[in-house]
């Protein structure tokens, strides 16, 4: 038993390394061949001479080839260094921890209630229960499904505006106490307006519908046993680990939109600064992370749902 | 007893605020209140060394002083230096520094005051070559700096130019406080935690990236009246407008031409104009053959109508322009009128130029018989509604006359690799902000067309080549005064550019905030007289 | 077995539309009207069959609301949005196919891989999948957009290959469940050639409703991603129509109250995309009602 989890913890661990591995390295060579340079973030490169900008660049390290550039990057990060923003020479990891957590709330509670809101829906629909609220539930999920994100957070700006009279921005200094309730408006708008409510609700719906047909659910059914014991593992807990694992990429895509709208200072815009700046740290750091965490989201779908159905562990 | 002891503390505070060491100000105004202000983008670092964009810029005014300041109208005006002398051949400058200047009270810093070693040690700091800043070439110019006594500090220029003290104007920094106090890095914790002399000090940064800043007791102006100011970026323009109509936020640095309007209605704020010195332009590639005519560029600038432009998308705000120079400098030449619109005086110019053939989709025939064309580039950015108004107006204007523009649109590093490195481009519309010097050697200077250089669009003329080395190194000013007006008129008639307009910029303040005066565009140079009054606090 | 006997009583095509429940008569009704319509204004903006030319700027008229001249309005320059939303088609439609294409083309390729032989190809094409899926989307479409240029097939081809792995795990998934049942065991042990198992049986039966799905999320997508790389400034560049581009630009409109410029074309975003998701749910419905 023992050394069944060492192995696939092995195993899982060398497949992770190899991940992070292939994910910075293309995004590595994909930002060094895009033109542009970082050099521009220090100096006004047309009051220099050709020699003056090479002696920055020189300075900088960006003068070395590029997979020596990796290789060093590489080595400190062995080490735990991550190096250091080229625009701000903040160390990485601390831009990466103080925005991270911020979009990590934002993502997470989004996806929680893109998956609350698909459960209740799905579950009425199947079970027949409350016909007009399934119904209801279900058209607002499509409808939200199909707006744009970015528009649908300038909606909520501007009814809070003008009939609240207020703007949902989380403040900062000097902010009021209780402004914590405008967090809600930036994750209603990722989590219901990131165009996969819809999607998610079927996804759970017809597996709903497939599991109630299964005849041991039947057969509790007539028995008059409740449905719920039965019911959760395969109906909800399966599909709902599967999708998450898989829409995590959309939400962290969808943050960064609606981190600009909303002003919220996460590393969805870090990562969009980065990336314009061509501030290669900051961006192989932020990669870093994102692999990081959809792989965690694949490993915690996989114990589920071997934890659930036990005859899926190979 | 008690009348006593009361007595006594009120003679003890007055004699105090009269010995002017923690000095409040003695204009009458009161203390206290906060000022939020709103700005698009966030500072990449806080020190005034390594920032290299315009919050940064604007920030570090709060936070520094140099050696001379300029007062509302651009003078020069003495800051931590109170007097100083010019040699006779007008290269050695001698400053003398007041002693009161206090360095913001911070761990590890004490109470110490400027010195100058720290005058010189920020010079230094600034030319060492591990130091990447953006204000090297600015101070390329300084042969050697100095320290004659504690006091006393002593620059040497390579050479004599014009206007020399407002070029020394850079700001002092503790280079004791710095971790290498040779040169400074971007990974020194001082860019991101400074200390200064300014009337402001950093207080916080806090993780939302909003800068807060609290009053420096001890500025030798005397301390400011507002307790606090704090920079809140934005990474949306149109929510930066919001925030400031809901009480987010306090002030905008510049408005949105598209809500001036809405913002001049509103009782709650004040509109301040200020002009920087910049101006925007249509810049024509001389490595186009066409584009090389005088004709094809003259017509160019006949076609557009740039008044129409100017009044539909920024509401007039602003002033067409003749010439090379921003309208409100020194050089600008007034007598030179801006290009009419005549679309009829276009097209004859173009026949002029041998473009008289026009084909079936309506443009003008080159002699390939292919269709006479240009490509504009623009760089890609996120609010920039009113710039792909202008480019789409000009498209229209000039389908009018028989040419095709072609709008192609790249990213913003792509674009400046087309644009400074492989000059591949027909036509950039693009902005220039000068400083007082209105010096255009590098946009139009024969021998700036290189890679990275300013004079991307080729221009290549020796007789301009010859006034604009005249205009740079002469030390008489009327002398330079005239040589530009007369490369005003020159450039003018050559049109290396469609010149366009310069804007005026307008910040928004709320009422409360009284007594403002702002710098054109460094902006907060006087914040420390702005006030609130008590019960608005 | 019980096929044959559902085969002697088949009731006729209407007789089997009326017993459909109403919100999958609906669901297919306003589907099918949609993509009809869609596919109809894009024929008609490629014939150049519109009200006014998409490019006519009238400065005299911005921002105008609706009149008897201009259908739906205009916009910041004066031009017809009637005209513009149409030929927005164009910016999504041909795109949309080609990042479908690509990702359920390669999508099923390793999905197949991975379903089939798991021992040989699931690491591999697990690693690769993760690869894909770890990349930040916004991020590679930025920089492919500052090495080539603004241009939307490049960038829906960007989005088309980071959706293989959805696609791909969707078909394995299936596969892992057919397994469980046996079924392809079943198959191979009658003697059908594996070739043939794949194709008609893995692929066509049971993956054609997921390749439908897949089909009409992509398209969906297809639009709504152009929407926020136009909010950020990267999507279908002037004078080019798009949706997404139009939707942006009247965001700097929006909070003054002239909310026309930005809701038109995200209303026709929505209708779209609600009928490109409701045909295809509808049609998955029917499929798996049939036994699929």
């Known amino acids: ?136 539930l279900t058209a607002l999920g499509y409808v939200l499904s199909g707006l744009p994100v970015f528009w649908l957070g300038y909606l909520a700006i501007y009814l809070a505006t003008t009939r609240f009279h207020v703007l949902p921005l989380m403040m900062g200094a000097g902010a009021p106490p209780g402004n914590w309730a405008f967090f809600l408006v930036p994750v209603v708008v990722l989590g219901l307006g990131n165009g996969t409510v819809s999607e998610v609700t079927r996804h759970l719906r017809t597996h709903l519908q497939g599991v109630l047909g299964e005849d041991y659910i039947r057969t509790a059914r007539a028995k008059g046993a409740s449905l719920w014991r039965h019911l959760y593992k395969d109906g909800f807990v399966m599909p709902l680990s599967s999708l998450l694992a898989n829409k995590i990429p959309y939400v962290l895509g969808g943050a960064i939109v609606v981190e600009q709208v909303f002003n919220w200072p996460g590393m969805g ?11 290669y740290p900051t961006l192989l750091g932020v990669t870093l992370l994102a692999a990081l965490i959809v792989r965690t989201g694949h490993i915690i779908k996989e114990a589920v749902q071997v934890a659930v159905n036990p005859q899926l562990a190979d | 007893m008690k009348c006593a002891m009361v007595a006594g503390v009120v003679a003890g505070l007055l004699a105090l605020s009269a010995s002017g060491i923690a000095g409040g100000r003695d204009d009458g105004f009161p203390d206290g209140g906060k000022l939020v202000y709103g700005e698009y983008g966030r500072p990449a670092t806080l020190d005034p060394i390594t920032t290299n964009d315009m919050v940064g810029l604007r920030l570090t005014e709060l936070l520094f002083n140099g050696l001379v300041s300029f007062s509302p109208k651009n003078e020069v005006v003495p800051d931590l230096a109170e007097k100083w002398s010019v040699s006779p051949d007008n290269r050695v400058y001698t400053f003398t520094l007041r002693s009161d200047v206090k360095w913001h009270s911070k761990a590890g810093v004490g109470d110490r005051t400027v010195t100058a070693d720290d005058v010189v040690g920020s010079l230094e ?88 800043m609290e009053a420096n007791p001890s500025y030798y102006k005397g301390r400011p009246h507002l307790d606090r100011v704090i920079l809140k970026p934005f990474a949306d323009k149109n929510v930066l407008t919001q925030a400031l109509l809901f009480n987010s936020a306090d002030m905008v640095v510049e408005v949105n031409s598209r809500d001036i309007a809405q913002i001049q209605g509103d009782k709650r704020f004040n509109l ?47 002033a067409l322009i003749s010439g090379p120079f921003a309208p409100g400098s020194w050089a600008y030449n007034l007598d030179v009128k801006p290009v009419p619109f005549n679309p009829a005086r276009a097209k004859e110019l173009l026949a002029q130029a041998g473009y008289s053939k026009t084909g079936s989709d309506g443009y003008l025939q080159t002699d390939e018989g292919k269709p006479l064309q240009f490509t504009l580039k623009i760089p890609i950015e996120k609010e920039n509604e009113t710039v792909k108004r202008v480019a789409l107006a000009f498209q229209n204007y000039l389908k009018q006359v028989g040419i095709k523009i072609n709008l192609e649109f790249r990213e913003w590093q792509a674009w400046k690799q087309d644009v400074f490195v492989d000059h591949d481009f027909d036509m950039v519309i693009a902005n220039w902000a000068f400083d007082d010097s209105a010096d255009i ?97 | ?51 006014h030319d ?126 469980r049942k046996s079924y392809i065991e079943a198959a191979i042990a009658l003697g059908l050639p594996p070739s043939r198992v794949i194709l008609k049986h893995v692929l066509w039966l049971h993956g054609r409703g997921l390749v439908l799905i897949q089909a009409t999320i992509g398209m969906g997508e297809a639009i709504l991603i152009e929407t926020s ?64």
């Open chain 3, 229 to 292: 790389l136009s909010y950020l400034g990267f999507g279908v560049q002037e004078p080019t129509p798009s949706w997404g581009n139009m939707v942006a630009l009247g965001k700097d409109y929006f909070f003054r109250g002239e909310l026309w410029l930005s809701t038109v074309p995200a209303g026709a975003i929505l209708l779209t995309v609600l009928g490109f998701h409701l045909l295809g749910d509808a049609l998955l419905e029917r499929l798996e009602a049939s036994g699929a």
């Open chain 2, 441 to 537: 050697s590098t946009l139009f200077h024969s021998g700036e067309t290189g890679a990275w250089r300013n004079n991307f669009v080729g221009y290549s003329n020796p007789e301009i080549d010859a006034m604009i080395v005249e205009a740079k190194t002469t030390l008489d000013r009327e002398k330079q005064r005239t040589i530009n007006q007369r490369l005003h008129a020159l450039l003018s008639d050559e049109q290396p550019y469609t010149f366009l307009w310069t804007l005026t910029n307008y910040a928004a303040i709320h009422k409360k905030v009284r007594h403002v005066e702002l710098h054109p565009f460094k902006l907060f140079t006087f914040a420390d007289t702005w006030y609130i009054a008590k019960k608005e606090q």
């Open chain 3, 1 to 51: 077995m019980s096929r044959f006997l559902e085969l002697a009583l088949e009731p006729s095509a209407w007789q089997r539309v009326r017993s459909w429940p109403l919100h999958r008569t609906v669901a297919t009704v306003f589907g099918t009207g949609m993509a009809t319509l869609v596919v109809g204004v894009y024929v008609a903006s490629v014939l150049k069959v519109l009200p």
């Open chain 1, 1 to 136: 038993m023992l050394k069944r989890i060492r192995r696939a913890l092995l195993r899982e661990g060398t497949r992770t390394a190899v991940l992070f591995l292939l994910v910075t390295m293309a995004m590595f060579v994909l930002l060094n061949l895009a033109p542009g340079d970082p050099v521009a973030l220090y100096v006004n490169v047309q009051n220099l001479s050709p020699p003056e900008v090479e002696a920055v660049r020189h300075e900088l390290g960006l003068d070395r080839s590029l997979p020596v550039r990796y290789g060093v990057w590489l080595s400190r990060l062995v080490q735990g260094d991550l190096g250091h923003s080229l625009r701000s020479g903040r160390p990485v990891t601390l831009e990466l921890w103080r925005t991270g957590w911020r979009t990590l709330l934002l993502a997470g509670s989004a996806m929680t209630l893109t998956l609350l809101f698909a459960a209740v829906t799905a579950y009425l629909v199947a079970m027949g229960r409350h016909p007009l609220w399934a119904s209801g």
């Open chain 1, 269 to 279: 815009r870090l990562t969009w600064q980065a990336a314009s700046d061509r501030d």
């Open chain 2, 272 to 318: 301040y104009p200020y002009n920087a010195l910049s101006y925007a332009f249509f810049g024509h590639n001389y490595r186009n053959p066409h584009l090389a005519k005088k004709e094809v560029r003259q017509a160019i600038t006949f076609a557009t109508n740039r008044q129409e432009m100017l009044d539909s998308f920024y509401s007039g705000r602003g």
């Open chain 2, 125 to 212: 700091v600034i030319r060492q070559p591990k130091t990447l800043t953006p204000l090297k070439a600015a101070y390329e110019l300084v042969a050697e700096a100095r320290k004659l006594d504690a006091q006393t500090v002593e620059i040497t220029l390579k050479r004599p130019i014009v206007n020399a003290l407002g070029r020394l104007s850079f700001k002092v920094v503790p280079t004791f406080a710095l971790k290498n106090p040779d040169f400074l890095s971007r990974d020194d914790p001082f860019v991101q935690n400074p200390v200064g002399t300014g009337p402001f000090q950093l207080s916080q940064l806090t993780d939302e990236g909003d800068v807060v």
């Open chain 3, 54 to 179: 998409p490019d006519a700027m009238d400065l005299g008229a911005v921002n105008a609301l609706p009149s008897a001249a201009h259908l739906l309005g205009t916009d910041f320059v004066g031009r017809d949005l009637l005209s513009r939303i149409m030929v927005g088609t164009q910016a999504f439609f041909l795109p949309g196919l080609l990042s479908v294409s690509v990702s359920l083309l390669f999508g099923s390729l390793l999905g197949v891989l991975a379903g089939f032989w798991p021992a040989r190809f699931d690491t591999v094409v697990g690693l690769l999948l993760q690869l894909l899926e770890s990349l930040p989307k916004l991020v590679l479409i930025l920089l492919v957009v500052a090495l080539f240029r603004a241009d939307i097939y490049l960038i829906l081809l960007v989005v088309g290959i980071t959706n293989i792995p959805a696609a791909a795990e969707l078909l394995r998934a299936r596969i892992a469940v057919l397994r």
